[in-house]
């Protein structure tokens, strides 16, 4: 299986990005997808998920409104839209891949992308 992700960059407080990440090797559609993040110093944390077939979304607290996680199936691809971004926000980004329905835990997720770094300045 191979993730790879991008759409990272530099980014002012209040912009927005979106990230990108595309999938190959299996059956996309039969994978809950998910999104977590990782700043320098710190644990890698949960960000986003989308279940297969994109009826549920589960969102941290910390980006709840402001992100959305989304997926095309056809194009084996999920998305991440970042709005209103803010420093805090800095961190690279990984999208994952489960075969549980809701796996929210980095232990849940089988396969990982590369990562791709989002900065925010103020």
């Known amino acids: 299986v191979q993730l790879q992700a991008f759409g990272g960059g530099l980014v002012q407080a209040g912009g927005s990005l979106r990230l990108s990440c595309a999938a190959s090797?299996?059956?996309?559609?039969?994978?809950?997808m998910g999104w977590f993040r990782q700043a320098p110093g710190k644990e890698r944390d949960f960000v986003a998920r989308?279940?297969?077939?994109?009826?549920?979304?589960k969102y941290a607290d910390s980006v709840k409104g402001r992100f959305t996680i989304s997926r095309d199936n056809d194009r084996n691809t999920v998305y991440l839209q970042m709005n209103s971004l803010k420093p805090e926000d800095t961190a690279v980004y990984y999208c994952?891949?489960?075969?549980?329905?809701?796996?929210?835990?980095?232990?849940?997720?089988?396969?990982w992308g590369q990562g791709t770094e989002v900065t925010v300045s103020s």
């Open positions: 994952a891949m489960s075969l549980r329905y809701y796996p929210t835990n980095s232990y849940e997720y089988d396969y």
């Open positions: 090797g299996r059956t996309f559609s039969n994978y809950a």
């Open positions: 989308i279940t297969w077939r994109g009826g549920e979304r």
